[in-house]
Every structure is written in structure tokens, then in C-alpha cells.
């Protein structure tokens, strides 16, 4: 009989929390509650930059930092992704060099590129974050200007 109420408390609690209407509020995935700190997806992790490069003068650091987030196979942050992602010039109209810490571990899904300059001046500067056992991800074109 006790294995039978908890299947049946169970089965109305599942049904229940699939009817809420405000099941977005509870959680971030539609209602279903994962537990752990992140890396909750079975896939491979994807990287985002979620503080895009803005333009900025040759030789200048780029600001705000940059920052790339890693998200689980669910899309949700990976506090767990244990690899370094490193950064690159993946569109570069005039030969620039790019410098400064270029290879970051992230702290809670996040690494944090707060020192990067790119030498020469040029327009649609693409940068590319790449981390084993992620996907990459590319940022948004950006101009550096002449000093």
C-alpha cells in the first residue's frame, strides 16, 4: 500500500507541476526541476559570448572585458566545464595581432577576457572562442580605430 501512494503522490505531483501556468517562474527549464550546479545536459557544451568586444583603439584594451559563458546541452550555465577557452582572431581584415590573456578558465561558466588588444586599426574584427569539448562560438564584427 506505501509503494502505491507514493507512485500515486508522485504521478499527481508530476501532473500538477506540468499544468502550472507559472512553471517559468519555478524553474528555468519548462517546469522540470534538475538538480546539481550546472552541467546538466548530456551533450556537449556550447560557448556564448555574453559581453560582446566593443570598438576600440589599436593598442588600447578592449572594453568592457569580454566574456564568453559556457552553457550545458539544456542551454543552461555549465559551472562545471573544467577546460580553459582560449581566444582568437577568427576574422581579421588587415593583419592584426591580438594580445593579452588569451586563454582563460571560466569561474561558474564564465571566463572573464578583461585584458585584450588588438595592434592595427581595421574594420569587421571577428573574434572566436574555442575550448575543448565545446562548440565555438563567434563574436559580432567590430571596429578598432587609429590611435
Known amino acids: 500500500m506505501g509503494m502505491k501512494l507514493s507512485w500515486g503522490t508522485v504521478a499527481v505531483a508530476a501532473l500538477l507541476t506540468a499544468a502550472c501556468p507559472y512553471d517559468h517562474l519555478l524553474t528555468s527549464n519548462g517546469g522540470i526541476a534538475i538538480g546539481g550546479s550546472g552541467g546538466g545536459g548530456s551533450g556537449p557544451d556550447a560557448l556564448a559570448f555574453a559581453v560582446q568586444p566593443s570598438n576600440a583603439t589599436a593598442g588600447d584594451i578592449i ?52 585584458d585584450l588588444v588588438i595592434n592595427l586599426s581595421g574594420a569587421g574584427y571577428v573574434l572566436q572562442a574555442t575550448a575543448p569539448g565545446a562548440t565555438t562560438a563567434s563574436s559580432s564584427s567590430f571596429t578598432i580605430f587609429s590611435p
Open 63 to 114: 572594453t568592457p572585458a569580454i566574456q564568453v559563458l559556457v552553457r550545458d546541452s539544456l542551454g543552461l550555465p555549465d559551472s562545471t566545464f573544467a577546460g580553459s577557452i582560449t581566444m582568437g582572431i577568427t576574422v581579421n581584415p588587415v593583419g592584426g595581432r591580438l594580445s593579452g590573456t588569451l586563454s582563460v578558465a571560466p569561474v561558474n561558466g564564465i571566463a572573464l577576457f578583461g
